[in-house]
Antibody, heavy 127, light 113 residues
Framework: QLQLQESGPGLVKPSETLSLTCTVA??????????WGWIRQPPGKGLEWIGT???????HYNPSLKGRLTISVDTSKNQFSLKLTSVTAAETAAYYC???????????????????WGQGILVTVSS | DIVMTQSPDSLGVSLGERATINCKSS????????????LAWYQQKPGQPPKLLIY???TRKSGVPDRFSGSGSGTDFNLTISSLQAEDVAVYYC?????????FGQGTKLEIK
C-alpha cells in the first residue's frame, strides 16, 4: 500500500503561487507501476482532478487550469510537487496527492483510478 | 469533458438493509476493445481522503468488504451495499477514467435511517 503525505503552506494570498509537495513512502516515484496526481476538494463540495505526471515524465493538466499549473518530480527526495500560479479565493480547498496506475502507449498516457491518497492539506486563499 | 451524474444526492437506509447509488455518464465509458468499463467508486468519510472501493465498474479493491458491489456498463452504473453497517456512513463518488480529464460525480451522502 502506497503512503503519501502532502506538505506546504496552509495560507496563500490571492494572485500568489500555491506550492505543495507530496512525499511518497513504500514506492519509488520513478517506478513504472505508478503515476502521480493531484486532486482538490473545496470545503463541502466535490472532487476535481488537477493534473498527473506519468512515470514516463510526461504530464496532463486539467484544461481549466492550463497555463497556471506545473507538476514535477524530484527523484532524489522521492517527492512530486504542484505549483499553481495566480490563485483566487475560489481555489480554497483540500488538496490531495494520489498514486495511481496509468496506461501509456505510443507516447500518450492516460490516468486511471486513484488507488492511494494522501491525508490532504487544506489551503486557504485569502489576504 | 464527460459529465458524471449521481442519484440520489442523499440516501437514508436502515441498518442491515440494501443501499443502491446510481451513476450515469454523459458518454459511454466502455473501452470496447478490452471490454472494460473505466468507472471507479470511492468512499469518503468526514475528515478523511476518499478511499478506492471499486474499479473497472465491478472489481473490488483488495480488502474492501464483499457487501460492496459494483454493476452496470456503458453509461449506467450502480454501487450496492448489500447490508448497511454503521461504518458505511459516508459520501460516495463515482469517477470515469475513460477520457482526460478524469471526472467525478457530485457525490451521494449515505446516512442511517
Amino acid at each position: 500500500q502506497l503512503q503519501l503525505q502532502e506538505s506546504g503552506p496552509g495560507l496563500v494570498k490571492p494572485s500568489e503561487t500555491l506550492s505543495l509537495t507530496c512525499t511518497v513512502a513504500s514506492a519509488s516515484v520513478s517506478s513504472s507501476d505508478y503515476s502521480w496526481g493531484w486532486i482538490r476538494q473545496p470545503p463541502g463540495k466535490g472532487l476535481e482532478w488537477i493534473g498527473t505526471i506519468y512515470h514516463t515524465g510526461t504530464s496532463h493538466y486539467n484544461p481549466s487550469l492550463k497555463g497556471r499549473l506545473t507538476i514535477s518530480v524530484d527523484t532524489s527526495k522521492n517527492q512530486f510537487s504542484l505549483k499553481l500560479t495566480s490563485v483566487t479565493a475560489a481555489e480554497t480547498a483540500a488538496y490531495y496527492c494520489a498514486g495511481h496506475p496509468s496506461f501509456c502507449a505510443n507516447g500518450v498516457c492516460f490516468t486511471r483510478y486513484f488507488e492511494s491518497w494522501g491525508q490532504g492539506i487544506l489551503v486557504t486563499v485569502s489576504s | 469533458d464527460i459529465v458524471m451524474t449521481q442519484s440520489p444526492d442523499s440516501l437514508g437506509v436502515s441498518l442491515g438493509e440494501r443501499a443502491t447509488i446510481n451513476c450515469k455518464s454523459s458518454l459511454s465509458v466502455l473501452y470496447s476493445s478490452k471490454n472494460k468499463d473505466y468507472l471507479a467508486w470511492y468512499q469518503q468519510k468526514p475528515g478523511q481522503p476518499p478511499k478506492l472501493l471499486i474499479y473497472g465498474a465491478s472489481t473490488r479493491k483488495s480488502g474492501v468488504p464483499d457487501r460492496f458491489s459494483g454493476s452496470g456498463s456503458g453509461t449506467d452504473f450502480n454501487l450496492t451495499i448489500s447490508s448497511l453497517q454503521a461504518e458505511d456512513v459516508a459520501v460516495y463518488y463515482c469517477q470515469q477514467y475513460y477520457s482526460t480529464p478524469p471526472t467525478f460525480g457530485q457525490g451521494t451522502k449515505l446516512e442511517i435511517k
